[in-house]
């Protein structure tokens, strides 16, 4: 079984480990539990603070963000920034990353940076300085905050993510070319929700091998693996895959089954239903003509089927 391995801030699920002996709640984290290997981290109390604590923020002085706790007047800059550099340097490979919204260490980019160390009110937003240095080393990862993973949309590309690097990183151990192939065609309508383009360079690399490039192969494919898989697919780029499975019971189905797989396709179009309502009646589909192919491709169920039924915010594709 595929368990990816994802940086969690501690805070979140694990201990009551925020300023104010908090736990912070996610739904995504909870059920993620029973599927990923995860590894918490609070870097705030490995730098030395209690729980509970002061509270520290992000203050800008002389044209530099500074980690700054206002009731003792310490500058925390350089002891953040050692660990954050000390611990990403112990790190292994990861598939993922989930943050605590908003922190001054680990918010992605939503943490409140003041001009004065006794400032009333933020001015600007930016990085906890953890979050910027994993943004830095990690470009090609999903990172999200526990905020963000209430958005359906958002949730299922993250989830798409983890579990898709989490499968090739198995096979990257041993490095066959014949398991590399099979990754391949086992995630072509994946990849083609992606990027087309990318999908097509994946391919050429393949069909350009020789024997004895292994390494170099399985290198080069990672590297554009996780550049195809950066950004969220447009829902259009999800349709255009979605029509080409489609494709293979076009002459099989009823006329009130198509529509009604239309329907529900639609729904995805506007926003207001995920991409696993079209996907699970694709598997339907699947399962009732025996179609090999198509009983092979990762985008017929890319995570856990367990991992659909969490709760979304109800945004639909809206949370930006």
């Given at each position: 079984?595929?368990?990816?391995?994802?940086?969690?801030?501690?805070?979140?699920?694990?201990?009551?480990?925020?300023?104010?002996?908090?736990?912070?709640?996610?739904?995504?984290?909870?059920?993620?539990?029973?599927?990923?290997?995860?590894?918490?981290?609070?870097?705030?109390?490995?730098?030395?603070?209690?729980?509970?604590?002061?509270?520290?923020?992000?203050?800008?002085?002389?044209?530099?963000?500074?980690?700054?706790?206002?009731?003792?007047?310490?500058?925390?800059?350089?002891?953040?920034?050692?660990?954050?550099?000390?611990?990403?340097?112990?790190?292994?490979?990861?598939?993922?990353?989930?943050?605590?919204?908003?922190s001054p260490s680990c918010g992605i980019k939503g943490a409140k940076v003041y001009n004065?160390?006794?400032?009333?009110?933020?001015?600007?937003?930016?990085?906890?300085?953890?979050?910027?240095?994993?943004?830095?080393?990690?470009?090609?990862?999903?990172?999200?905050?526990?905020?963000?993973?209430?958005?359906?949309?958002?949730?299922?590309?993250?989830?798409?993510?983890?579990?898709?690097?989490?499968?090739?990183?198995?096979?990257?151990?041993?490095?066959?070319?014949?398991?590399?192939?099979?990754?391949?065609?086992?995630?072509?309508?994946?990849?083609?929700?992606?990027?087309?383009?990318?999908?097509?360079?994946?391919?050429?690399?393949?069909?350009?091998?020789?024997?004895?490039?292994?390494?170099?192969?399985?290198?080069?494919?990672?590297?554009?693996?996780?550049?195809?898989?950066?950004?969220?697919?447009?829902?259009?780029?999800?349709?255009?895959?979605?029509?080409?499975?489609?494709?293979?019971?076009?002459?099989?189905?009823?006329?009130?089954?198509?529509?009604?797989?239309?329907?529900?396709?639609?729904?995805?179009?506007?926003?207001?239903?995920?991409?696993?309502?079209?996907?699970?009646?694709?598997?339907s589909w699947i399962v009732r003509f025996d179609e090999p192919y198509l009983k092979r491709?990762?985008?017929?169920?890319?995570?856990?089927?367990?991992?659909?039924?969490?709760?979304?915010?109800?945004?639909?594709?809206?949370?930006?």
């Amino acid at each position: 079984m595929i368990r990816p391995k994802v940086l969690v801030s501690k805070c979140i699920e694990f201990e009551r480990c925020r300023y104010n002996s908090n736990i912070i709640s996610s739904e995504t984290v909870k059920v993620l539990k029973d599927h990923v290997d995860f590894i918490p981290v609070c870097a705030e109390v490995e730098i030395g603070l209690g729980i509970p604590r002061e509270p520290v923020r992000l203050v800008k002085e002389n044209e530099q963000i500074r980690l700054i706790q206002p009731a003792t007047d310490r500058d925390l800059t350089e002891k953040m920034n050692d660990f954050s550099n000390n611990f990403i340097d112990s790190l292994e490979e990861i598939d993922g990353i989930i943050l605590k919204e908003k922190s001054p260490s680990c918010g992605i980019k939503g943490a409140k940076v003041y001009n004065k160390r006794d400032a009333k009110k933020h001015f600007e937003k930016n990085s906890g300085l953890l979050a910027k240095r994993l943004l830095e080393s990690f470009p090609y990862t999903a990172i999200e905050d526990e905020g963000r993973l209430r958005n359906f949309s958002i949730r299922e590309h993250f989830l798409i993510n983890i579990y898709t690097k989490a499968r090739f990183n198995k096979i990257d151990k041993n490095r066959k070319i014949k398991e590399l192939i099979d990754f391949h065609s086992d995630h072509k309508y994946l990849l083609m929700a992606y990027d087309q383009v990318l999908l097509k360079e994946l391919g050429n690399l393949l069909g350009n091998f020789k024997k004895g490039s292994e390494d170099k192969t399985f290198k080069e494919y990672k590297k554009i693996l996780k550049k195809a898989l950066s950004e969220i697919p447009s829902y259009k780029s999800h349709i255009n895959a979605i029509e080409h499975c489609l494709g293979y019971f076009k002459d099989r189905l009823k006329k009130d089954e198509k529509e009604f797989f239309l329907e529900r396709l639609n729904g995805f179009r506007n926003g207001k239903l995920p991409l696993s309502v079209a996907i699970s009646i694709l598997r339907s589909w699947i399962v009732r003509f025996d179609e090999p192919y198509l009983k092979r491709q990762v985008y017929m169920q890319p995570y856990p089927i367990e991992l659909e039924t969490i709760k979304d915010s109800g945004l639909g594709r809206d949370l930006k």
